[in-house]
């Protein structure tokens, strides 16, 4: 790849009691967490699929299957810096990031700064060039029921 190009990532769980909730690295006490073969950090998970998509490596059921015991319980975050390794072997950096996450719960606004610090390190970026947002549905679709937990990042490499 020659040129860096913008990466798109998508990342959706359902909930899944008994499990701890995990957004971007960041533990959500009293909620239930997200069913997944790793820990369910959507957030992570969608940032990590972005960043793969702007390198032209895929995605992250291609390099890390739900079928691989090796990345069973896999932290989130731990899964965002291997995507971030797999772009510095195509000689890019992650240069910021945009994320978006769809749920009517938990509200992230009181954790957002928390969450950019935890992203931006696993990103080697500072705090301000890792956005976070959240949206309510409105009772709509999976994550509008309460149900479940929707990401959506956007990454450019340099």
């Known amino acids: 790849m020659t040129e860096p190009a913008v990466g798109l990532g998508f990342d959706v769980h359902p909930s899944a009691s008994g499990r701890p909730l995990m957004l971007g690295g960041v533990r959500f006490e009293g909620e239930p967490g997200l069913a997944g073969h790793s820990d369910g950090d959507a ?3 969608a940032l990590a699929d972005a960043l793969l998509g702007a390198a032209g490596l895929g995605d992250v059921g291609e390099h890390f299957p739900d079928s691989d015991p090796a990345v069973a319980g896999i932290a989130g975050l731990e899964l965002l810096g291997r995507a971030v390794a797999m772009l510095g072997e195509r000689g890019l950096v992650p240069s910021s990031a945009d994320v978006t996450v769809i749920a009517e719960r938990p509200i992230i606004a009181p ?5 950019r610090r935890a992203l931006g390190r696993a990103l080697g970026l500072p705090a301000e060039r890792v956005s976070v947002k959240a ?16 990401a959506l990042a956007v990454v450019r490499p340099a």
């Open 43 to 45: 957030v992570c998970h």
């Open 135 to 150: 949206s309510r549905p409105e009772g709509l679709g999976l994550s509008g029921e309460g149900i479940g937990c929707l």
């Open 111 to 115: 954790r957002r700064d928390e969450i």
